[in-house]
T-cell receptor
């Protein structure tokens, strides 16, 4: 799986949009970008994933650049409960017969403040 | 998303004893489950891939005789830490993939402390 690079930490004021960047310059054409977050002492929580197009769900939006070498996770209105470590992961496409394992980097520690 | 549970949520044991951790998928039948561990202030590291009805596949550096994995049914996988030592103290987390997207959903984790 391609390696990702994320800033170590970020701060965001409550109510503002949190924009978390991720670089994945060696991503292959069929690899997906997944985002998870881990609140302290809990298991990771799935947020969103995408291949080429921008994606949006009830939790967040995912913006993937046209060359797919980077992406941004957007939490439109951050709350204190969004304080967590956010992981950007690139992985092989589903159902290819290869292992669907996830390789976690160090992630971005997002601190949402009042 | 899929619901995954783990039991126990935390356990304290004496050095040399064995500890079993259960991972259950509550609303999905998972042929494959994954086991991770996470040391303090570090990221998750994959330990092994658990396949229903067959032997688990272990990552490099993970002792298969120490971390026994059983995946006897589509809803239950267990990880047994045998002869646990203080250096095995960690946060153990399981996950399973679901459906066509194969998105993985994680359990809440089990914190193991070996005295």
């Amino acid at each position: 799986d391609a390696k990702t690079t994320q800033p170590t930490s970020m701060d965001c004021a409550e109510g503002r949009a949190a924009n978390l960047p991720c670089n994945h310059s060696t991503i292959s054409g069929n690899e997906y970008v997944y985002w998870y977050r881990q609140i302290h002492s809990q298991g990771p929580q799935y947020i969103i994933h995408g291949l080429k197009n921008n994606e949006t769900n009830e939790m967040a939006s995912l913006i993937i650049t046209e060359d797919r070498k980077s992406s941004t996770l957007i939490l439109p209105h951050a709350t204190l409960r969004d304080t967590a470590v956010y992981y950007c992961i690139v992985r092989a496409p589903p159902n290819t017969g290869t292992a669907s394992k996830l390789t976690f980097g160090t992630g971005t520690r997002l601190q949402v403040t009042l | 998303g899929a619901v995954v549970s783990q039991h126990p949520s935390w356990v304290i044991c004496k050095s040399g004893t064995s500890v079993k951790i259960e991972c259950r998928s509550l609303d999905f039948q998972a042929t494959t489950m994954f086991w991770y561990r996470q040391f303090p202030k570090q990221s998750l590291m994959l330990m092994a891939t658990s396949n229903e009805g067959s032997k688990a596949t272990y990552e490099q550096g993970v002792e298969k005789d120490k971390f026994l994995i059983n995946h006897a049914s589509l809803t239950l996988s267990t990880l047994t830490v045998t002869s646990a030592h203080p250096e095995d103290s960690s946060f153990y987390i399981c996950s399973q993939g679901t459906g066509n997207t194969d998105t993985q959903y994680f359990g809440p984790g089990t914190r193991l402390t070996v005295l």
